[in-house]
C-alpha cells in the first residue's frame, strides 16, 4: 500500500513548541482533497493549494500562534512552474519545524475512472488524452514523490478506507471522536435541520397540564419526577439507549464526525429536555462525548 521507510523523525510526536507539518501532494483524482478533509477533523489547521512563496509565511505564522500547533497544506501541480521550487522550499521547512510529506498516487486506470465519474477536468492544460495528461502529471511530480515520507497507493481505497489509514497514522492519543449532539426540539417550531436520527417523544404524558407545569421545564425535579413515574418512559430511555450505543460505533467506523440526535415533544420545554439530558448522561457513561442543545427550551 504504502513506500518504505517511514522516517522515525516523522512519526508526528504531538505537541511540542514546534507546529507540525504535514504537507499532501500526489496526483490529481488520488484522493487529496479527501485526506485534507480527515486531517481537518483531527484538528490539523486545513489549507489547499496556498502558493508556494506563501508557505514560508504560513508556517512562520503558525510558529507565532499559539492556537495552531498542527498544520496541513496541499501542495500539486497546481501550482505550475513554481512546483519546480518545492525541494527547495520543503528543505528550508524540515530546518524550521517538523513537516512530514505524504505524497498520494493510484494506478492510470483508477485515476481515469475517478475523473470520468466526477467529470471533473484534469488540472493539466494543453492538448492531449486525460491518459497523456495523467502521465504527464506523474512524470512531473517524480522528484516531489522521490522526497515523500510516505507514499499511499490509493488505488483500491474508497472514502472510509482512506479516511481509517489517515487516521491510524496521524490521530495519535489525540485523536477526536465522534461528537453526539442531543438535541431536545418543539414540533410546533419544525424540525431542527442538522438533525441525524429524529425521536418522537410526545406519546409521554404531558407535564404541561400539571399545576404550574406551563412554568416549568424539563430542567426541574417536579417535571421530571412526573415523565420518570410512567412505566414507558423508562422503557423508551433503555431501548433508545441501546439503540444508539449499537448504532453510534458503526457511524464512527464510518468516519463520521458529528451525529445530531434530536428528541422532540410539542413544545421542546419539558418531555423532550427531560429526555435530552437522560440520554446525554446515560451516552456519556457508556464513553461517548456529547453536548447538550435544547433548541425551544425559552420559547412559549
Known sequence: ?????????????????????VVVTGLSGSGKGTVLRVFEDLGYYAVDNLPLDLIPKFVELCQQSAEIRRACLVVDVREGRALDRFPKVLADLREETRAFLLFLEA????????FSETRRPHPLAGEGSLLDKIRRERDRLAPVEALADRVLDTSKCNIHDLRRLIVDRFGGANTPVM??????????????????LIFDVRFLPNPHYLPGGKDLTGHDQKVIDYVK????????????????TYLLPHYIAEGKSYLTVAIGCTG?????????????????????????????????
Open 229 to 244: 413515574s410512567f412505566p414507558q418512559t423508562g422503557e423508551f430511555i433503555r431501548r433508545t439507549t441501546d439503540l444508539l
Open 179 to 196: 461528537l453526539v449532539t442531543l438535541e431536545s426540539f418543539g414540533f410546533k417550531y419544525g424540525l431542527p435541520r442538522d438533525s441525524d
Open 268 to 300: 421542546g420545554r419539558h418531555r423532550s429536555v427531560m429526555i435530552a439530558e437522560e440520554l446525554q448522561r446515560r451516552l456519556g457513561d457508556a464513553g461517548f462525548t456529547t453536548k447538550i442543545l435544547h433548541r425551544d427550551l425559552n420559547r412559549g
Open 107 to 114: 494506478s492510470d486506470e483508477v485515476l481515469q475512472r475517478r
Open 1 to 21: 500500500m504504502d513506500s518504505q521507510p517511514q522516517p522515525e523523525a516523522a512519526s508526528s510526536e504531538v505537541g511540542g513548541p514546534q507546529t507540525e507539518l
